[in-house]
């Protein structure tokens, strides 16, 4: 027997996350019927909350849902340290190891010429205004360790030749090919602590 039509589509939708299969989707479409009424008006809500509110931070590109983010408009942080990272759930990551006391710049990828991905394609010409803009004295590179992260950390590096800022990435305790995702907070922290220097 097949499920009704609307049980099935709310399956499909389920599958559309990343790492939910056949098996998980039915699993949270079936856990759904069972919730509250109350409970599922808020689910929904905030579903659909989140594609009307969240946007992208016009200085870092981090999610918020005003202009700035919470981060960037906060006048205690270091505006002197630029943390640059691949996408907006990394700034949770070292947020909520919570050490790091710097502003941070989301580069919405990485380069990778297989993939076609070039440097015009992610975030990095912002990156470059802000630290002509601003007061900028040092730039972390806290990149996922592969050749993708290798390659975009060397190139704006490059660009960087010259200037009066210190270029440093995040230590790697992190093995190669790691998924920052994963990362325990203490792995994070002592990285962070232990990053070297890429410019003299």
Sequence with gaps: MNYPKSLKDLIESFKKLPGIGEK??????????????EI???FSSS?????????????????????????????????????????????????RVGSYNGLYHVLDGLISPLEGITPDQINIDSLLKRIEDGNVKEIIFA???????????????????????????????????AEMDYLDSLTLEMALENRSQLNN
């Design 143 to 177: 990149l996922k360790p592969s050749i993708e992260g290798e390659t975009t950390s060397l190139y704006i590096s490059k660009l960087l030749e010259g200037k009066d800022i210190k270029i440093s990435k995040i230590a790697h305790g992190i093995p190669m090919g």
């Design 24 to 37: 998980s989707a039915e699993r949270m479409a079936l856990a759904t019927l069972e919730l509250d009424q």
């Design 40 to 42: 599922l008006d808020t």
């Design 47 to 95: 579903l659909k909350s989140i594609k009307e509110k969240i946007k992208k931070c016009e200085v870092c590109h981090n999610y918020c849902e005003d202009d700035k983010c919470e981060i960037c408009k906060n006048e205690g942080r270091d505006k002197t340290t630029i943390c640059v990272v691949e996408e907006p759930k990394n700034v949770i990551l070292f947020e």
